[in-house]
């Protein structure tokens, strides 16, 4: 059987125009797995209030980021795609979960090349139901629908993976070599808490306690525990630096409503760190491995502005893996892996 790989992130709106920015936020904001309410609630809540109320904040939130080829996410992944592309003998395609670059054109895309298996490969190294986890049923849903004669093998998230952890580590030493920090904050993109006992699936999660790693000994529910897995990363690209105790911390970003979040929030280790007496702090965002508006704006910009403010001095916001060459190489190898048997961690 001919194979392909199809990759696939989050997505991004045509432009930065607010009915673009409106249109893209309706997909997105109206996954079950992102907002998981009701869908009578969910429908009032976005169509009803937020959609009335953030996409031309949302818009010029993405002004602030966007470059002339357009969107830094879709740009970036573009770029990944294409190296890694160059370095394989089979079909690779694009696609993101929201946006006009759907996954049911990136299928059709290898589909008109004669590919028959599909690797697809969800770039989020952890596994969450509004992330991994969406993007893999919503794959599964076309497939059955639209391609019921292609067989599709899943990547499973690598935050473990020590290829990963090694390049993880390498980024974060190059862009620390001329930065004399005092504090090294990982931040996680945020998600409800009660989405990490919707996940498990073997029922056995106890409670969420802070800094305590609630997975730690149970492998089993680990498979689906973000903040575990986050903790993961953490333990290990600490343990590759050789980071003393008391100089790193972890946080999550991008909280929505009024539900409890994973904490500590990141906005709030921003002014605690300050105020703290950290005065060079360094950011990194390793949920995300491409830059994107979470990152540019959210950390970068706007982190960076309330870091100052409460009265840090030097901030050095460390890129996301992006396009680095050796990042593809994990990557190629990965996939070649696929291409003899399939891909286990």
């Known amino acids: 059987m001919k194979k392909g790989i199809l990759l696939v992130n989050l997505g991004s709106p045509d432009s930065t125009k607010t009915k673009d920015v409106r249109k893209y936020l309706d997909e997105f904001l109206m996954d079950e797995r992102v907002i998981d309410i009701p ?18 904040k949302v818009a010029e939130a993405y002004k602030e980021i966007w470059t002339k080829e357009g969107s830094p996410l879709v740009v970036i992944s573009e770029l990944f795609s294409k190296k890694v592309a160059k370095q394989l003998d089979i079909p690779v395609a694009l696609g993101m979960r929201y946006g006009s670059m759907s996954i049911q054109n990136a299928i059709q895309e290898l589909v008109n090349q004669n590919v028959e298996e599909i690797l697809l490969v969800p770039l989020y190294p952890h596994y969450a139901m509004s992330s991994f986890e969406t993007v893999v049923e919503k794959a599964k849903e076309i497939n059955r629908k639209s391609f019921p004669t292609i067989k599709m093998d899943v990547l499973p998230p690598f935050y473990d993976n020590s290829d990963y952890i090694k390049v993880m580590s390498n980024n974060i030493e190059k862009h620390l070599s001329d930065f004399n920090y005092d504090h090294i904050l990982f931040s996680y993109h945020g998600i409800p808490e009660r989405h990490i006992f919707k996940t498990d699936k073997t029922n056995t999660h106890g409670d969420i306690v802070l800094n305590v790693d609630c997975c730690e000994n149970n492998p089993k529910s680990r498979k689906t525990c973000y903040r575990s897995q986050c903790f993961e990363t953490t333990k290990q690209i600490v343990n590759t630096l050789k980071l ?50 979470e990152t540019l704006e959210e950390i970068a910009m706007r982190g960076k502005e309330d870091y100052i403010k409460a009265g840090g001095k030097n901030y050095n916001y460390i890129p996301c893996l992006n396009d680095n060459d050796d990042w593809v190489t994990v990557m190629v190898e990965w996939l070649n892996e696929w291409i003899g048997e399939p891909v286990t961690f």
């Not at 969910?42 to 937020?50: H, N, Q, S």
């Not at 009024?258 to 949920?287: C, H, M, Q, S």
Request: glycine share 6%; aromatic share 14%.
């Open 39 to 56: 869908y009578w609630k969910r429908y009032l809540l976005i169509k009803g209030i937020i959609l009335n109320t953030r996409p031309k």
């Open 244 to 293: 003393k105790e008391g100089t790193y911390s972890i946080s999550f970003q991008s909280r929505m409503l009024k539900d409890p979040w994973l904490k500590p929030y990141t906005d709030f280790e921003f002014e605690r760190l300050a105020k703290g007496g950290v005065k060079n702090l360094a950011v990194i965002t390793p949920a995300f491995v491409a830059d994107c508006l």
